[in-house]
Nanobody, 122 residues
Framework: QVQVVESGGGLVQAGGSLRLSCAASGLTFSSFTMGWFRQAPGKEREFVAAIYWSGRGPFYADSVKGRFGISRDNAKNMVNLRMSSLKPEDTAVYFC???????????????WGPGTQVTVST
């Protein structure tokens, strides 16, 4: 069974840091592009960061460049998202996702986790 599961969300004050992790199973992890997306209440799910299976990238949304860092460990089937200088507008449910394509487009990701809540307080 193909599965990805996020962990590490929580409540943090503005300016703080969090590290999200995603564990994958049931897929050839090293062949997948892994990405992070987020969805705030009342808004569409949006791209945050991605790292290709080849190691090419990473790629970031403009809103998180310089503050977030994505990395992957193919030996452990894990992908992480380090978030720093967090802002209240970063509050959202964060989703880990996988794609067989070299893409940052949401609709091209076929494997999705249930999400983890990140709340940034003022």
């Amino acid at each position: 069974q193909v599965q990805v599961v996020e962990s590490g969300g929580g409540l943090v004050q503005a300016g703080g840091s969090l590290r999200l992790s995603c564990a994958a199973s049931g897929l050839t992890f090293s062949s997948f592009t892994m990405g992070w997306f987020r969805q705030a209440p009342g808004k569409e799910r949006e791209f945050v960061a991605a790292i290709y299976w080849s190691g090419r990238g990473p790629f970031y949304a403009d809103s998180v460049k310089g503050r977030f860092g994505i990395s992957r460990d193919n030996a452990k089937n894990m992908v992480n998202l380090r978030m720093s200088s967090l802002k209240p507008e970063d509050t959202a449910v964060y989703f880990c996702a996988g794609s067989r394509l070299l893409t940052t487009q949401r609709h091209q990701y076929t494997v999705w986790g249930p999400g983890t809540q990140v709340t940034v307080s003022t």
